[in-house]
C-alpha cells in the first residue's frame, strides 16, 4: 500500500494551499492519518492528522480533514511562509485511530507516499 499525495506547488508568501492525500488499498475510517513534512537537510516532522474518530482540529496554519467517501484526507495550509518550504507526505498511524490533530511519533506511522513539493517564494 503507498498513498498518494497532490496538490503541491509554488505559492507567494501568505497564500494558501490544499494538499491531497489518496489512500488506496485501506478503509480510511478505520485509520487516523497524519500529515509531516521534510525540509531539505532536516528531519521529517509532524505538522498535522486527520483522525479516525475525532472531529477535524486546527492546529495553527494547518488543517488536516477528510472525506472517507472518496478515500481522500486534505490537509489544509494558511498563510505560508518561506520556512513551510518542504515536501509534504501522509501516511496512517497503525497504533492509534485518534490523534486530536497532533500526528505525534513518526514510528506509528506507515503506507508514506512520493510526497508532493511544496515551495513558498516570492
Known amino acids: 500500500v503507498m498513498f498518494v499525495e497532490s496538490g503541491g506547488g509554488l505559492v507567494q508568501p501568505g497564500g494558501s494551499l490544499r494538499l491531497s492525500c489518496t489512500v488506496p488499498?485501506?478503509?480510511?475510517?478505520?485509520?487516523?492519518i497524519g500529515w509531516f513534512r521534510q525540509a531539505p537537510g532536516k528531519e521529517r516532522e509532524g505538522v498535522s492528522c486527520?483522525?479516525?474518530i475525532d472531529a477535524d482540529s486546527v492546529q495553527g496554519r494547518f488543517k488536516a480533514s477528510r472525506d472517507n467517501a472518496k478515500k481522500t484526507v486534505y490537509l489544509d495550509i494558511n498563510g505560508l511562509k518561506p520556512e513551510d518550504t518542504a515536501t509534504y507526505y501522509c501516511?496512517?498511524?497503525?497504533?492509534?485511530?485518534?490523534?486530536?490533530?497532533?500526528?505525534?511519533?513518526?514510528?506509528?506511522?506507515?503506507?508514506w507516499g512520493q510526497g508532493t513539493q511544496v515551495t513558498v517564494s516570492s
Open positions: 501516511a496512517a498511524n497503525l497504533m492509534r485511530r485518534s490523534c486530536s490533530g497532533l500526528p505525534g511519533l513518526i514510528h506509528e506511522y506507515a503506507y
Open positions: 488499498g485501506i478503509t480510511l475510517r478505520d485509520y487516523a
Open positions: 486527520s483522525s479516525a
